[in-house]
């Protein structure tokens, strides 16, 4: 069961990632892939991941990893996606920021302006929402539901990458905040 303690930290999570991510197009015209758990503790990881060459769902994978190495309750992710009707030809560029438990998730969605010399210039709103169940129906938001296996080999493969990597994740301790 949800207690009241996690759905306001994944409130307050999904707040705090959003606005990084407007900040970060204002500042810089850039919209980077990245994923952020917060263990039982407190402890908090951020981890870029535009660096990442692992296709789509190994890459998926490898975040659950992260996400279980970290002992992580909650999460925030969010990144580019491309949406659209390739009938149409109408594609479109669309920033995804979820933040999510096992059991509840608030994904908001906004679509990317960009300008003449192709910078991105705004992000329109296209939603938010938010619900419990049914995590693995919804982009970005299924990374701490179901069962997830790991052969030996992924083990030693996504360990080693996560060790690599951890040199690069900015660390933080929510708890002394408080």
């Known amino acids: 069961m949800q207690s ?28 980077p892939r990245s994923i952020s758990g917060i263990d039982a503790d407190g402890k908090q990881f ?14 998926n994978k490898y975040l659950r990893f992260v996400l279980d190495a970290h002992r992580s ?3 925030a992710y969010g990144g580019l996606a491309l949406r659209g009707d390739s009938d149409l030809g109408e594609i479109e560029e669309v920033l995804d920021v979820v933040a999510a438990s096992a059991e509840h998730y608030i994904l908001g969605q906004w679509k990317v302006i960009r300008g003449e010399d192709n910078r991105l210039t ?3 709103p296209m939603g938010v ?12 938001t299924w990374f701490l539901a179901g069962a997830i296996r790991f052969t030996d080999a992924e083990k030693l493969k996504y360990g080693d990458l996560w060790k690599e990597a951890k040199a690069d994740v900015l660390f933080h301790d929510r708890s002394a905040m408080e």
């Not at 991941?49 to 890459?59: H, I, K, P, S």
């Open 122 to 124: 705004g992000l329109k």
């Open 73 to 75: 309750t909650v999460y």
């Open 4 to 31: 009241n303690d996690t759905l306001e930290l994944l409130r307050e999570l999904f707040e705090e990632y959003k606005e990084w991510y407007f900040s970060v197009a204002e500042e810089d015209g850039v919209l």
């Open 46 to 59: 951020i981890y870029l991941l535009d660096g990442l060459t692992l296709q789509t769902m190994a890459r």
């Open 129 to 140: 929402r938010e619900g419990d169940g049914d995590l693995e129906k919804h982009p970005s």
